[in-house]
């Protein structure tokens, strides 16, 4: 089952936020272990062996890839409607498969992390497998699978115009998984950097 399980997964990672409150890309900070968070967040999804792929529309994200083998970046053309509007280009319409789909700006997360939520989708693939930190949901972090009614519902809420994840999360199947806090520190801004620091 794992074999197939695996044949079925892939991975994105959302990178094309304009980083409004951070004042610069967050995908581009320099990460303590080298590199910068981009770079760093997909030498932790590589070791996992599914095809990564970066949904962005900064041409300079996929030249900063462009050495890294097994990952593909996919520019995302406007108009740029935040993260659901960018799952709706990723996420296929016909069932059989699962997305792993996460964030640039949560740049404490490691390839143990990603194995603990791809652990507790595969005990239960017909639903939705999203992190959680002990207080609340991390929604985009997630194995979200394909087909309905992930993606009808998705495409029901986009038609009326209505763009907030919560919204969609709260109409398909999911179950929260614990995951470390500390791994799942979200970034947005200055003071969430000096967080990192500490």
């Not at 030498?43 to 593909?72: F, I, K, W």
Request: proline share 10%; net charge positive; hydrophobic share 45%.
């Amino acid at each position: 089952m794992i074999g197939d399980v695996k044949q079925s997964l892939r991975v994105c990672l959302l990178s094309g936020g304009n980083s409004r409150r951070m004042g610069r890309d967050k995908a581009l900070l320099r990460h303590p272990s080298g590199g910068v968070w981009l770079t760093a967040l997909v030498d932790q999804l590589l070791p996992l062996g599914y095809p990564v792929q970066v949904l962005s529309r900064h041409r300079e994200h996929a030249q900063v890839l462009a050495a890294r083998p097994g990952c593909s970046v996919l520019l995302e053309p406007p108009p740029w409607n935040g993260p659901l509007h960018a799952l709706s280009r990723v996420l296929s319409p016909v069932p059989g498969e699962a997305l792993l789909l996460l964030p640039v700006d949560m740049p404490r997360l490691r390839t143990a992390v990603f194995h603990q939520l791809i652990a507790a989708w595969t005990c239960v693939p017909e639903q939705a497998a999203v992190a959680h930190d002990g207080q609340r949901l991390q929604p985009l972090l997630a194995v979200i699978p394909s087909g309905p009614p992930f993606r009808s519902c998705l495409d029901e809420q986009l038609e009326r115009g209505q763009w907030r994840w919560m919204d969609w999360l709260m109409r398909v199947p999911h179950q929260p998984v614990l995951l470390p806090a500390e791994a799942l520190l979200n970034a947005n801004c200055s003071a969430d950097l000096a967080a990192l620091e500490q």
